[in-house]
């Protein structure tokens, strides 16, 4: 019996290519064993069945962003309820018509780059793209979020207008936002908030020191792109066309 060998040199030999080219054939999910996708050029085979798709194309694979529909009570970033578990093939929201082929590593290979409170809901944005990590980490402060948040407590003008003012938060001064009145039910006050720089906590103790107490948030909105009809705990491709 021959000793297993790595899937490259095996592709490498079958196809008569170089082994950086059967690398880049192996992740971009080119190369089934058995009639499984394997995307991992280390992957160890011997007598297994290895076939090239015939509509296989030499590029390396590119770097994508996704966007998430977060439920309450999952964390955007590594804990121990990450909301990066619903990362999966079968959380793929069905109306992503712009969708490229899926690979594992899409799914495997993300950093969380929009924080947002545990306990709110709303757009959460995973991306491999050093541009979009770039634009939404170096330059927060300048990328305007929008979210509807429900507060108990008297929204009145006074009220209103201070939170329309540049706040101070953790003693650090932020820009000031937009914020009007969506809904009223009941004792319960809906608020539209457009604020830049995002940060967790940001807005409760913009509310607080109102006199007002946050009971639900969900984002809508980071920079440009929306969260629309994307339904909760379901994840979607940042199209080509698309621009924070």
């Not at 009007?180 to 607080?208: N, W, Y």
């Not at 080509?240 to 924070?244: G, I, K, L």
């Given at each position: 019996?021959?000793?297993?060998?790595?899937?490259?040199?095996?592709?490498?030999?079958?196809?008569?290519?170089?082994?950086?080219?059967?690398?880049?054939?192996?992740?971009?999910?080119w190369v089934r064993v058995d009639g499984r996708v394997v995307e991992v050029p280390q992957f160890k085979v011997d007598?297994?069945?290895?076939?090239?798709?015939?509509?296989?194309?030499?590029?390396?694979?590119?770097?994508?962003?996704?966007?998430?529909?977060?439920?309450?009570?999952?964390?955007?970033?590594?804990?121990?309820?990450?909301?990066?578990?619903?990362?999966?093939?079968?959380?793929?929201?069905?109306?992503?018509?712009?969708?490229?082929?899926?690979?594992?590593?899409?799914?495997?290979?993300?950093?969380?780059?929009?924080?947002?409170?545990?306990?709110?809901?709303?757009?959460?944005?995973?991306?491999?793209?050093?541009?979009?990590?770039?634009?939404?980490?170096?330059?927060?402060?300048?990328?305007?979020?929008?979210?509807?948040?429900?507060?108990?407590?008297?929204?009145?003008?006074?009220?209103?207008?201070?939170?329309?003012?540049?706040?101070?938060?953790?003693?650090?001064?932020?820009?000031?936002?937009?914020?009007?009145?969506?809904?009223?039910?009941?004792?319960?006050?809906?608020?539209?908030?457009?604020?830049?720089?995002?940060?967790?906590?940001?807005?409760?103790?913009?509310?607080?020191?109102?006199?007002?107490?946050?009971?639900?948030?969900?984002?809508?909105?980071?920079g440009r792109i929306a969260m629309a009809a994307l339904p909760l705990g379901q994840w979607r491709y940042l199209a080509?066309?698309?621009?924070?």
């Open positions: 019996m021959s000793e297993p060998v790595r899937l490259s040199k095996r592709l490498s030999d079958m196809v008569g290519c170089s082994r950086r080219e059967a690398e880049l054939y192996i992740e971009g999910g007598a297994q069945t290895v076939e090239l798709d015939p509509k296989a194309r030499l590029e390396p694979a590119a770097a994508v962003t996704l966007l998430l529909h977060k439920p309450p009570g999952l964390d955007w970033d590594h804990s121990t309820t990450p909301a990066r578990q619903l990362l999966r093939a079968e959380n793929h929201w069905s109306g992503d018509h712009h969708a490229p082929r899926m690979l594992q590593r899409h799914l495997n290979v993300q950093n969380s780059v929009t924080p947002l409170e545990t306990d709110a809901s709303g757009l959460l944005v995973f991306t491999q793209d050093w541009r979009v990590e770039r634009k939404l980490v170096q330059d927060a402060a300048l990328v305007e979020h929008e979210l509807l948040v429900d507060v108990t407590g008297d929204v009145s003008a006074e009220r209103l207008h201070q939170l329309n003012r540049a706040p101070v938060i953790d003693g650090r001064a932020m820009l000031p936002g937009r914020v009007s009145i969506s809904r009223q039910s009941g004792d319960v006050t809906g608020l539209r908030f457009a604020v830049k720089g995002h940060r967790p906590g940001q807005i409760a103790q913009m509310c607080e020191a109102a006199g007002l107490r946050v009971v639900a948030m969900k984002r809508l909105r980071v080509p066309f698309e621009r924070f």
